[in-house]
């Protein structure tokens, strides 16, 4: 089992800038990758960006100029660094882990005023 849980959401204005946490409890040891998605109100989940265990990165092109994910392994924690938000950026924040499982967190909300 692996518990994950998000954390630096917020309201932020347009071009403004978070940094969302994710840090993972539990079973990590068989963490093959972790990601961040997103799901705004009235749409689908989508994926932000993705980090695997060796370090390669992963992102969706619309964000891939905006946002860094990032990991600290000895915190077991990752990052998702957000600059030059837009209010198209409002949504709830999702952690996710793949290991034998896909783990989700309760995510964090992030809205962007204009």
């Known amino acids: 089992q692996v518990q994950l849980v998000e954390s630096g959401g917020g309201l932020v204005q347009s071009g403004g800038s978070l940094r969302l946490s994710c840090v993972a409890s539990?079973?990590?040891?068989?963490?093959?990758?972790m990601g961040w998605y997103r799901q705004a109100p009235g749409k689908q989940r989508e994926l932000v960006a993705t980090i695997a265990r060796s370090g390669s990165t992963n992102y969706a092109d619309s964000m891939k100029d905006r946002f860094t994910i990032s990991r600290d392994a000895a915190k077991n924690t990752v990052y998702l660094q957000m600059n030059s938000l837009k209010p198209e950026d409002t949504a709830v924040y999702y952690c996710?882990?793949?290991?034998?499982?896909?783990?989700w967190g309760l995510g964090t909300q992030v809205t962007v005023s204009s």
């Open positions: 996710n882990a793949i290991s034998t499982e896909l783990y």
């Open positions: 539990g079973s990590i040891f068989s963490i093959k990758i």
